[in-house]
């Protein structure tokens, strides 16, 4: 009988491995394969074994943009995760129809798309837009000013976008929280603020973490955000793949450089599980 359990869910996992095969395995294969591309004779490329693409990336221009989307997308990480925890702990404090009727405000920001995003801070960051006229308003500027291009429209946007996933990924944790160890924390003469700090996050740990690395890796992907509110200075690794790929026709490099992408984020999340005590 185990053994026909064991056969039965082994059918079930057919599916999503299929899946999986196609829109990962394949495509990754392919990548890496016109990574080490070597050129052809009519100037275009063909399957050989070459490390010059790889070569290319070992200068400082490609390391620093690699350094600076590793460190954006990590302050970007922390700062969502110290607006969606405390946001997602009050609102699993209310009742059933609050917390839906919050939750689906938060879900239907996630149906904006990044342009759409993008487009809308740049607006609101504009010389004409909102909040440089609302600091003349008050007395906090002389003029009206423009916010973008910078680095902190760049890093605004993006934690915005980040802030929606961040409550998604707290939400199970915190609302599965076992209320008794706050109540038991509070009757020993635990503060609130000192029970949120040595019992509720505690507990919660492997959520923050498993939320941190996904959004680092949601993050490490955006590309208009970059490319509308940010200089060429701040452009991630993403937009530098997109550049190579769609404007300069470059598909040998634009891989070696998703491949960089790829093992970076691979890097980054083996060292948080291996830190965090994961297996």
Not at 100 to 121: D, G, H, N
Not at 255 to 260: G, N, P, R, T
Request: proline residues 5%; hydrophobic residues 55%.
């Amino acid at each position: 009988m185990q053994q026909g359990s064991s056969f039965t869910r082994s059918l079930g996992l057919i599916p999503s491995s299929v899946m999986i095969g196609i829109f990962f395995f394949v495509p990754f294969v392919l990548i890496l394969m016109t990574s080490v591309s070597v050129p052809s004779e009519t100037g275009d490329y063909q399957l050989g074994f070459s490390m010059e693409h790889f070569e290319r990336f070992a200068t400082w221009f490609y390391i620093e943009r690699a350094l600076f989307s590793a460190g954006l997308c990590a302050l970007i990480a922390l700062l969502s995760l110290l607006i969606a925890y405390p946001f997602t702990y009050m609102l699993t404090q209310f009742g059933p129809r609050s917390q839906t009727l919050w939750l689906i405000y938060i879900l239907a920001q996630l149906s904006l798309s990044e342009v759409l995003i993008a487009f809308s801070w740049q607006i609101l960051l504009s010389r004409t837009g909102g909040i440089a006229n609302i600091l003349v308003m008050v007395g906090l500027a002389e003029k009206s000013f423009a916010m973008t291009p910078s680095a902190g429209a760049v890093l605004a946007a993006l934690v915005y976008l980040a802030v929606p996933f961040s409550v998604l990924l707290l939400y199970p944790a915190l609302s599965r929280l076992d209320k008794s160890l706050i109540e038991a924390s509070r009757t020993l003469g635990a503060s609130p603020l000192r029970t949120f700090f040595t019992v509720v996050m505690p507990v919660t740990r492997p959520a923050i973490i498993s939320s941190g690395v996904t959004i680092f890796v949601l993050t490490l992907g955006a590309i208009i955000v970059p490319q509308v509110l940010g200089k060429p200075e701040h452009w991630t690794l993403s937009v530098l793949i997109t550049d190579q790929a769609i404007f300069n026709f470059n598909m040998p490099f634009a891989s070696a450089l998703a491949v960089v992408l790829l093992a970076l984020s691979a890097s980054v999340i083996a060292v948080v599980t291996k830190f965090s005590g994961g297996k």
